[in-house]
């Protein structure tokens, strides 16, 4: 597992089964139980801190990555592994972040 893996996650309940992407920092992921992800969704919402992915890390549609949903889960619900995004896209989604956390003041 790294930053910037996108995995099939079971999220459990009405959320099920979806596509997401861990943005923990790579330094820790093999100490910690749990990371933090992003959800993927197939649905622009037109958010300014959505980066649009495309098919990337073989996704069948269109998808986005979504900053305003982030949550952090057990590495026990990472089903399968689905590929990866390219650094240039996980600058943006890093940027995108500090704008979802209201962090734009500290960097």
Not at 68 to 80: E, G, L, M, Y
Request: charged share 20%; aromatic share 6%.
């Amino acid at each position: 597992m790294n930053r910037g893996d996108v995995w099939q996650l079971d999220f459990g309940g009405r959320a099920g089964r979806r596509p997401a992407l861990i943005i923990t920092r790579q330094g820790v992921i093999s100490h910690l139980n749990k990371l933090t992800v992003a959800e993927i969704t197939s649905s622009a919402k037109g958010y300014p801190t959505e980066v649009a992915i495309g098919h990337k890390a073989n996704l069948p549609k269109e998808s986005y990555v979504q900053l305003d949903n982030i949550q952090t889960v057990s590495k026990a619900r990472f089903v399968n592994y689905l590929g990866a995004l390219d650094g240039a896209i996980m600058q943006t989604v890093g940027l995108k972040l500090v704008l979802a956390l209201g962090l734009e003041h500290c960097v």
